[in-house]
């Protein structure tokens, strides 16, 4: 297979897709620093270039495209409507620095956007600048630390993190300035009780839970977990990546919990971006309302207007302007939308079409853990370890049927894990396509192990060096790298 053009190799002398007309100001010379004879720049036309860039989008799978059961990252499909919405030129165009006067439509949608997300959750109150969900995950934990020591118990400085929680949540505590310490899962893959009700102290700050957690499991003790930590004077902080899960459902306010991050590119549909731009809000209690990050927005009483303010022990300001206010616009567009009916339906939706996969799929696999799961499940490929094909090698393999791999080697407590999400907004066509897919892999791991270890084969490039490409990794294009792509291609 050739490869295809780059846009270097289409460069011609002469060859330009605008003409700029004549300059109407006087020249003048650069400064000799900023000076150089020549810019390496290709010289391609107007159609040269978009048939390029719209190649290499092609390139690319996307939720646009096919199937994409990453689990825990819940890839559904994003309304277009929301992407419309958000660009209307009033949200579209404002300066985050405008006066209060002349943004009273974007305070008001983001007041609304708070008092709704607080609503959904049973919390106090939402701040929403946030950049991402470890972004709240880090607000989160400033505000314990700020919480115990307003209260004089700096000597609070562990924070327990069950196994099964969110794979951020570890480093984003010891960002925070807090010893880690690990709670095993117990054999149904809930957090162990016992263990926990050892490890509780007067130096446990709080406990960062998942539920459900990352095996796709609600946690049945979790009524138990935040009254144990509550008697020892810790915070509970339950990470909302998996809101998605419970929406409309259960609220996790109501269960006693303290803090929560909302993923709002995961339960409430803005796009994930290519590492950006997200969005984190955080809901807390009444108590802890006043430690939010600042500024925050209000209704000013008695009058029909909203105005910033500053919570009086705010933990301070975590994000340049007040956060991603495009990705507010989408959720709010996206909650309105539905309504409290269509919220539990999402709900309702995915933890059916994860169930609907596992009960498909745990006869041919090793299930992880023998329960109803909620919005996703975790499998093994331990079986089909015995026959030399890991885990990585079915990833590869899915490939070949235009279906983007589950998450892979997540979470660690499972060997040979394959984590899968469906999300709400597949149909049973797409279910059963990816159904008919796995189960042709499994009896290929067994007859044929090696069109497994082997795959792909339908892809633009095939197996990688994986190993190689993280120790030395180089994607930028030179003349003399033709070659090596041509060889990698063919």
Same mark, same amino acid.
């Given at each position: ?130 950049? %991402? ?6 607000? @989160?934990? &400033?505000? /314990?630390?700020?919480? +115990?020591?307003?209260?004089?118990? $700096? ?89 998605? %899960? ?6 996790? @306010?109501? &269960?006693? /919990?303290?803090?929560? +991050?909302?993923?709002?590119?995961? $339960? ?223």
């Amino acid at each position: 297979m050739a490869v295809e053009p780059l846009i270097f190799e289409l460069s011609k002398p002469g060859r330009r897709g605008v003409r700029f007309p004549a300059s109407d100001v006087p020249e003048t010379e650069l400064p000799a620093e900023l000076a150089r004879e020549t810019l390496d720049w290709p010289e391609v036309s107007e159609i040269d270039t978009i048939r390029h860039f719209t190649r290499l989008s092609q390139k690319n799978h996307a939720i646009d495209i096919d199937f994409y059961p990453l689990g825990s990252c819940t890839m559904k499909y994003n309304p277009k409507i929301n992407e419309a919405v958000a660009r209307y030129p009033g949200f579209a165009r404002l300066h985050p620095f405008q006066p209060e006067s002349t943004v009273q439509g974007a305070l008001e949608l983001m007041h609304d956007l708070q008092e709704m997300l607080a609503e959904i959750s049973g919390f106090h109150a939402v701040t929403l600048q946030p950049a %991402a969900g470890a972004h709240g995950e880090l607000t @989160g934990c &400033l505000m /314990i630390k700020a919480w +115990h020591w307003r209260r004089g118990e $700096t000597r609070r400085t562990k924070m327990l993190i069950p196994d099964s929680a969110h794979g951020t949540n570890p480093a984003t505590a010891r960002m925070a300035g807090f010893d880690v310490v690990t709670v095993p899962s117990d054999s149904r893959g809930n957090t162990d009780f016992d263990k926990l009700r050892e490890m509780v102290s007067p130096e446990t700050a709080g406990l960062m839970i998942t539920n459900p957690n990352t095996l796709g499991l609600w946690d049945e003790h979790i009524h138990e977990i935040v009254d144990v930590v509550h008697e020892a004077g810790g915070l509970v902080y339950n990470d909302g990546a998996n809101f998605n %899960a419970i929406l409309g459902i259960a609220r996790p @306010g109501d &269960l006693d /919990i303290d803090i929560m +991050h909302y993923n709002l590119h995961k $339960t409430f549909s803005t796009p994930h971006g290519g590492g950006g731009p997200g969005s984190g809000p955080v809901g807390v209690t009444e108590e802890l309302a006043e430690f939010l990050p600042g500024p925050r927005v209000r209704k000013v009483e008695g009058e029909d207007r909203f105005e910033w303010f500053q919570p009086s022990h705010s933990i301070g300001q975590l994000h340049s302007f007040h956060g991603n206010f495009g990705m507010h616009v989408r959720a709010y567009c996206y909650i309105r939308m539905h309504g409290a009916e269509g919220l539990r339906m999402i709900s309702e939706d995915a933890v059916l079409a994860a169930n609907y996969l596992r009960v498909k799929l745990q006869d041919r696999f090793e299930l992880a853990y023998k329960r109803t799961c909620m919005h996703e499940f975790v499998l093994s490929g331990s079986r089909q370890k015995r026959n030399g094909v890991r885990t990585l090698d079915m990833a590869k393999r899915l490939l070949d049927f235009g279906v983007h791999p589950p998450t892979t080697y997540f979470p660690l407590v499972v060997s040979e894990a394959m984590m899968i999400e469906p999300t709400e907004t597949e149909s049973k066509e797409t279910l059963d396509y990816f159904i008919d897919a796995m189960l042709q892999i499994a009896d290929e791991a067994e007859t044929d192990p090696a069109k497994v270890t082997g795959a792909p084969y339908n892809t633009e490039y095939k197996r990688l060096d994986e190993v190689g490409a993280n120790r030395s990794l180089n994607i930028r294009w030179t003349p003399e790298r033709k070659a090596e792509l041509a060889a990698v291609a063919d």
